[in-house]
């Protein structure tokens, strides 16, 4: 059984670019979480889907947006790349209210 | 508003020796609480979880917990630390429904010979 997937691995962007991240949940999850990781720190949650609609949101500008589509998978859109944007970008799948399993993260740097 | 603080920024031990890692916590709600570890350059694994009953829980690896309300803590604990154990925990709060997660700032473990 696969567990959380996500492309790419690594990427870098320059500053004003868009960039999209991609997440395949583990199996028989439903619900993708969104976390940026910026070096040194925790994660911090960006956004949730379920049902294919963005169900809560963490302090993240409109910048960032997403989508989920009706496997499950779920894409990450950041716009206008900032150069703080750089960090690991982590997706975490759950079913239902269990607790989430996260996928190995890509890293993001913008130049 | 809810925080987690995990008020050691790196321990060092020697292979063998017992380790707890301190965390502690501010929640509005019941607390669903978390550890999960991340090595180098990985993803984050869940090492345990507790959601309610029993207030020490094992997990994976060797590792426990204990959950205790009065002090708004949940402290990682290993009698016996392998050269593998070193990487970086994250102490984590949540709660019922699915919530996001929040996150401490990590602790980095080093473990020596």
């Known amino acids: 059984d696969a567990g959380v997937t996500q492309s790419p691995t690594h990427l870098i962007k320059t500053r004003g670019q868009q960039v999209t991240l991609r997440c395949s949940p583990k199996s028989g999850h439903d619900t993708v979480s969104w976390y940026q990781q910026a070096l040194g720190q925790g994660p911090q949650f960006i956004f949730q889907?379920?049902?294919?609609?963005?169900?809560q949101r963490g302090n993240f500008p409109d910048r960032f947006s997403g989508h989920q589509f009706p496997n499950y998978s779920s894409e990450l859109n950041v716009n206008a790349l900032l150069l703080g944007d750089s960090a690991l970008y982590l997706c975490?799948?759950?079913?239902?209210?269990?607790?989430?399993?996260f996928g190995p993260g890509t890293r993001l740097t913008v130049t | 508003a809810q925080s987690v603080t995990q008020p050691d920024i790196h321990i060092t031990v020697s292979e063998g020796a017992s380790l707890e890692l301190r965390c502690n916590y501010s929640?509005?709600?019941?607390?669903?609480l978390f550890w999960y570890v991340q090595s180098p350059g990985q993803g984050l694994q869940l090492l345990l979880k507790y959601f309610s009953g029993d207030t020490l829980v094992q997990g994976i690896k060797g590792f426990e917990a204990e959950f205790k309300r009065s002090q708004s803590s949940f402290n990682l604990r290993k009698p016996s630390v392998h050269w593998s154990d070193a990487a970086e925990y994250f102490c984590a709060v949540g709660a019922e429904g699915n919530t996001p997660l929040v996150f401490g700032k990590g602790t980095r473990l080093s473990v020596i010979a």
């Open positions: 889907y379920y049902e294919e609609e963005e169900r």
């Open positions: 929640y509005g709600a019941t607390p669903y």
């Open positions: 975490a799948s759950s079913e239902g209210t269990r607790e989430q399993y």
